[in-house]
């Protein structure tokens, strides 16, 4: 118990150590919690996701919910409107092309049906918006193509949920049905931006009577939380309804300010204040550290050719990622921006997690496609973190250029740069 304890505070004080790295050097916080993660679980057999019990499962959920409201706090209403159309169309052509890849390649090489095959194909289609957010926040991009990140990966989360279910489902009941599956998806997406939408309306109503409570900083959090988790009791997203409670938050004044609205009392609507707002982000910082150390005891590698599979699988996705930004971003933006999304693409818990009921559904060559899976979730957040760590530098600029954009994109993407700066 006591060596729990310390290591939990050694745990924040390298959090902090490794936030001052990144600030300085641009190398991202990511690599080296997830590594140490890896180090002290798998390799050296210190802690293992057993020692956290449900509390495991808890830590995910408590991130997930916090950081995605957290995220969606900081998005400008309008700039999510103009990125909705992009975000989804890249979130749909990168989850089809990413699990198309990983599908292919796991049925030709571990020979293992083609139903399963697309099951594990879905759980390694999207990104982790966990990993994605701290690193797109700290690349010197457009607010815009920020926020078609965020969307992106809390799209394709979605996606790898519903779909794996669904692919799942089919397999135990040995019948197909497509149209059972779309409907899913667009009723989670549907009901649970709603969910999000009314708890967003509801607490901002409510805060005038939250504050004069006692001890009412953790009230928010914890109405966070239950909001995600009752969303994902009546079988929808929980990441959506954080979002979409973050979105709606951080725009309420705007938002009901709209004539669709008529002429509505604002004076009982409060936004939250700048000492909410960091405690939001002391929480948000605290969650990420241990989620981040929680994907790295996560992980299991020990087969040599799985791990060097996940290398080929990771160069794979990422190889499709830069073919779909190329096709489909506007070859007006700057090529920097391209790249930034090009590069996001790691996994995360949601695929582990999704992992573990394939596992249990009897999957053929289980061990072989766990190492698989774990070392394609491990080397995508590497490659992520580096390629980011390089763009940021100007290290991939010639290339960077050549691929997606011209001279006079960077001279746009400049332009921009001062146009935002100017704006405050």
């Known amino acids: ?19 001052v790295l990144f600030d300085k050097t641009r190398v991202p916080d990511v690599i080296p919690m997830v590594l140490l993660g890896v ?47 992009s975000g989804t ?60 990140l965020l969307l992106e990966s809390t799209f394709t989360d979605v996606l790898c949920i519903v779909v794996t279910l669904g692919i799942l489902q089919m397999i135990r009941l040995r019948e197909m049905n497509p149209g059972f599956m779309v409907g899913q998806i667009l009723a989670s997406f549907t009901m649970s931006s709603v969910i999000g939408i009314v708890a967003a309306i509801f607490w901002a109503t409510s805060l005038r009577w939250v504050r004069k409570l006692e001890n009412d900083m953790l009230l928010t959090p914890a109405f966070i939380v239950t909001v995600f988790g009752f969303t994902e009791f009546l079988g929808y997203s929980g990441a959506i309804s954080s979002l979409a409670f973050g979105m709606v938050s951080g725009n309420i004044k705007r938002i009901v300010s709209y004539p669709l609205f008529g002429k509505v009392n604002t004076e009982g609507i409060l936004e939250f204040n700048s000492i909410e707002l960091s405690l ?39 190889l499709g ?37 394939a596992v249990n559904a009897g999957f053929k060559n289980t061990a072989l496609v766990q190492e698989l899976v774990y070392s394609t979730i491990l080397f995508s957040i590497v490659l992520s973190a580096a390629v980011v760590f390089f763009l940021e530098k100007g290290y991939f600029e010639k290339f960077g250029r050549r691929l997606f954009g011209s001279a006079n994109c960077a001279k746009i993407h400049i332009e921009g740069r001062e146009g935002m700066n100017a704006d405050g």
């Open 280 to 318: 939001f982000s002391e929480l948000v910082f605290l969650l990420k550290i241990f989620f981040f150390f929680y994907i790295g005891i996560s992980i299991r590698m020990t087969n040599v050719p799985m791990i060097a599979g996940g290398v080929v699988l990771t160069l794979l996705i990422f």
């Open 39 to 85: 180090l002290v679980g798998p390799v050296f057999g210190l802690i293992s996701v057993n020692n956290f019990g449900i509390m495991g499962d808890m830590l995910g959920t408590v991130a997930l919910s916090i950081i995605l409201f957290y995220s969606g706090l900081e998005i400008n209403i309008e700039t999510a409107t103009k990125s909705l159309l």
């Open 89 to 148: 169309r890249i979130a749909l052509l990168n989850f089809l092309l990413s699990s198309a890849v990983v599908a292919l390649m796991v049925q030709l090489w571990l020979n293992i049906p083609v139903m399963e095959s697309l099951a594990i194909g879905a759980l390694l289609g999207g990104t982790s918006f966990a990993i994605v957010i701290p690193l797109a926040k700290g690349m010197k991009i457009a607010a815009r193509t920020k926020t078609i």
């Open 321 to 357: 990622r830069m073919l779909t930004v190329k096709a489909s971003m506007d070859a007006a933006s700057p090529y920097i921006d391209k790249a930034a999304i090009a590069a996001m693409g790691p996994k995360g818990l949601v695929s582990a997690v999704l992992l573990s009921l």
């Open 1 to 19: 118990m006591s060596f729990s304890i310390i290591f939990a505070g050694l745990l924040i004080i390298l959090g902090h150590a490794f936030k």
